[in-house]
């Protein structure tokens, strides 16, 4: 009767797994769980925070684009005189926008 190699390997493989988790604790696994989830929600919260930075330079961006392009178009409706006081409101509204945009964000 002769042994294949595999018959002694697997014997010595289960001793070696059955000794491997022995060694290893309720508490040390419950440790690893807890610092991977703390891992996860650090990274979660670091790219929300980006996210949130990022989304308001654009924001402030837009704002300061708009907030422009209607001060220059009642400006140029005012010194044309083609709609003195839709321009004036214009320009009026625009530097509401500017103090708004420039104190708040």
């Known amino acids: 009767m002769r042994h294949h190699p595999i018959i002694l390997v697997v014997p010595i493989l289960f001793l070696f797994l059955c000794v491997f988790v022995s060694s290893v604790s309720a508490e040390s696994v419950q440790e690893k769980f807890q610092n991977t989830i703390n891992s996860w929600m650090q990274f979660f919260e670091t790219n929300l925070e980006w996210f949130s930075l990022t989304l308001n330079e654009f924001l402030k961006r837009v704002m300061k684009i708009t907030y422009f392009t209607i001060g220059l178009a ?14 004036r409101r214009l320009m009026i509204g625009a530097l509401i926008m500017a103090l708004v945009v420039e104190i708040l964000l």
Request: proline fraction near 0%; charge should be positive.
């Open 74 to 87: 009642g400006f140029i409706l005012w010194a044309s005189g083609f709609s003195k006081y839709t321009g």
